[in-house]
């Protein structure tokens, strides 16, 4: 009885002990060529996405306010991201490094500048999209509410 009491807990902490060795930097998992250290008064609100190359598009919190940035492979600042304030959250990011942002412009180009979508009507502009999601296709999803639509591609409705 004892043996089997001992691996049931064995078997619930081994995961957990891995788990902090990766963050104290000695264990798996640890990549010390990657460090993303924020200025002093921004936070990260929450990893958005993360590009085949590596990139990683992120939301901060600074002052209150909402913002989106893009960090490189390496964790730096992606300094040629350079996004609308008033852009809201980051949702989704397209392999190009284009970007679906919560509110308007709602697409952003892989610099950052916005970029054409034009929302169905039955969408609210005076609310944020809830969610945003991209397919293997190109096509994307935007919801908002109780609808969800479908976009082609080339940011057409489809």
Known sequence: ?????????????????????????????FDPTFSAALPAGVELAEIAAVA????ILVNLRIAG?????????DGSLD??????????????????????????PYRLASDGAPAPLTLPATFDPAQELWGALILPDGKFLL????????????????
């Open 79 to 104: 300094t040629s991201f350079t996004p609308p304030a008033t852009a809201g959250r980051a949702l989704a990011f397209f392999n190009d490094h284009s970007v679906l942002t919560s509110r308007a």
């Open 65 to 73: 306010d909402n913002r989106i940035a893009r960090l490189l492979a």
């Open 52 to 55: 085949p190359d590596g990139a």
């Open 1 to 29: 009885m004892f043996a089997s009491s001992l691996r049931l807990v064995l078997h619930r902490l081994l995961p957990l002990i891995l788990a902090a060795s990766a963050f104290a930097g000695a264990g798996p998992g």
């Open 143 to 158: 919801a908002q509410g109780r609808q969800l639509v479908r976009f082609s591609a080339d940011a057409s409705l489809n």
